[in-house]
Structures are given as structure tokens and as C-alpha cells.
């Protein structure tokens, strides 16, 4: 079985974790965080104990790795992390829960996660390095940019599109064929009904700017 590296200690990891152990397709090689004082503690029983100093002598055993923490705001240091993992190397593998539901042709980039109770449905194309959270319902036909965070129980409806580094906050409703742009923070609890332009930060019912 092969090896992955898991690079973030917190909760997303925790989760995380418990997709990999149910789907019983990789061993946790361990996990790497930055902060020293996390050093010596576990998530469910693996071992924090690595750092990015650590990196290079880990890619000659394990192969794979990925980025296991979330965000709450415009997912900068997930897209960081994970171009540097490139950088040493690693593959990132795509891991879905068994839990969820996603259609046959769907398509998810490389290092995306799709947590337990997600659907995905017909048509849809999830960027690398996404985040696809507890709940979440992705209509058909939408496109979801790289390095995005789906927070839990957000509803994409059909035919939207939502562009890269954007944190679509938890259970957040998106009317059809919505165009999202870039680097753009959605409330929790908004409902988008009309386009949002790049670099935006919208929040409420309807969803405005502030």
C-alpha cells in the first residue's frame, strides 16, 4: 500500500484521516505542521512530528502527500503549500469519501478532497487542490477553480461557476448559472443571486458586497 504524507494539523486533517483509513488505500506516513508545539501530539493516534525541513528525506519513502488543513478566508496558504509539495516532488492524489455521490463524468483535479455527503452531479469539473466539504450539493454543469474551499453544506445550483482561490462559506446557496470571480469570499449563509466580480467579499440574503 502506498504512503501519504498528510501537511496541516487540525480538524480538516482529522477528517481527512478518517476518508483514508475508511477507503483503506493508503498508509499515513505522518503528519507535518509548522508549529513546533504541535510536535509530539496525535490526531487519531498518527503522530505529529514532521516540517518542511523534513520534506526531502520524506519523498524518497512516500511518494504521495497532501495539503490537510482548510480556511475560512481566501485559501492563499493552501495553494502555497501545495506548490511547494510539487516543488519536492510529491504527487497529490485526488481522495473522495465513499460517502459521497459524484457522477461518472465528473472530473477533480489533482490533491482535491470531496468529504462524506457531498454530491456531485453530471457534468462538473472540480479544479486541483479543492476543497468539496461535508454536505455540499454541486449541481450539474458547474466548473469550481483550483485551490477553491466549498465550505460544508453549500448548494451550487446547475451551470455555475465559481474561479480560483475563492472561499464559498458554510451552507452558502448559489442560484443557477452564477459567475463567480476570483480570490472572492462568500459568506456563510449567503444566497448569490446575481454575478460577483473578482476580489469581492459578499455576505447576506441577497448577497451584497461589504
Same mark, same amino acid.
Given at each position: 500500500?502506498?504512503?501519504i504524507?498528510l501537511?496541516?494539523?487540525?480538524?480538516?486533517?482529522?477528517?481527512?484521516?478518517s476518508?483514508?483509513?475508511?477507503?483503506?488505500?493508503?498508509?499515513i506516513?505522518?503528519?507535518?505542521?509548522?508549529?513546533?508545539?504541535?510536535?509530539?501530539?496525535k490526531i487519531?493516534?498518527?503522530?505529529?512530528?514532521?516540517?518542511?525541513k523534513?520534506?526531502?528525506?520524506?519523498?524518497?519513502?512516500?511518494?504521495?502527500?497532501?495539503?490537510?488543513?482548510?480556511?475560512?478566508?481566501?485559501?492563499?496558504?493552501? /495553494?502555497?503549500?501545495?506548490?511547494?509539495?510539487?516543488k519536492?516532488?510529491?504527487?497529490?492524489?485526488i481522495?473522495i469519501?465513499?460517502?459521497?455521490?459524484?457522477?461518472?463524468?465528473? /472530473?477533480?483535479?489533482?490533491?482535491?478532497v470531496?468529504?462524506?455527503?457531498?454530491?456531485?452531479?453530471?457534468?462538473?469539473?472540480?479544479?486541483?487542490?479543492?476543497?468539496?466539504?461535508?454536505?455540499?450539493?454541486i449541481?450539474?454543469?458547474?466548473?469550481?477553480?483550483?485551490?477553491?474551499?466549498i465550505?460544508?453544506?453549500?448548494?451550487c445550483?446547475?451551470g455555475?461557476?465559481?474561479?480560483?482561490?475563492?472561499?464559498?462559506?458554510?451552507?452558502? &446557496?448559489?442560484?443557477?448559472?452564477?459567475?463567480?470571480?476570483?480570490? &472572492?469570499?462568500v459568506?456563510?449563509?449567503a444566497?448569490?443571486?446575481?454575478?460577483?466580480?473578482?476580489?469581492?467579499r459578499?455576505?447576506?440574503?441577497?448577497a451584497?458586497?461589504?
Amino acid at each position: 500500500m502506498e504512503k501519504i504524507l498528510l501537511v496541516g494539523a487540525g480538524g480538516h486533517c482529522k477528517v481527512v484521516i478518517s476518508i483514508i483509513l475508511k477507503n483503506d488505500n493508503y498508509e499515513i506516513y505522518g503528519i507535518s505542521d509548522e508549529k513546533k508545539s504541535l510536535h509530539g501530539q496525535k490526531i487519531l493516534d498518527y503522530n505529529i512530528s514532521f516540517s518542511e525541513k523534513n520534506w526531502s528525506d520524506i519523498s524518497l519513502y512516500c511518494k504521495n502527500a497532501l495539503v490537510a488543513f482548510g480556511n475560512t478566508d481566501i485559501p492563499y496558504q493552501r /495553494k502555497k503549500i501545495f506548490e511547494k509539495l510539487k516543488k519536492y516532488h510529491f504527487e497529490l492524489p485526488i481522495i473522495i469519501s465513499k460517502d459521497s455521490i459524484i457522477a461518472e463524468d465528473v /472530473k477533480i483535479g489533482e490533491g482535491s478532497v470531496v468529504m462524506p455527503g457531498a454530491v456531485i452531479n453530471p457534468g462538473t469539473v472540480i479544479g486541483k487542490n479543492c476543497i468539496i466539504n461535508t454536505g455540499c450539493v454541486i449541481d450539474h454543469d458547474c466548473n469550481i477553480g483550483e485551490h477553491t474551499h466549498i465550505a460544508p453544506g453549500v448548494t451550487c445550483s446547475g451551470g455555475v461557476f465559481i474561479d480560483k482561490l475563492c472561499h464559498i462559506g458554510t451552507g452558502a &446557496t448559489i442560484i443557477q448559472s452564477i459567475i463567480i470571480g476570483y480570490e &472572492t469570499l462568500v459568506a456563510a449563509g449567503a444566497v448569490v443571486v446575481k454575478n460577483i466580480p473578482q476580489k469581492s467579499r459578499v455576505k447576506g440574503v441577497p448577497a451584497k458586497l461589504f
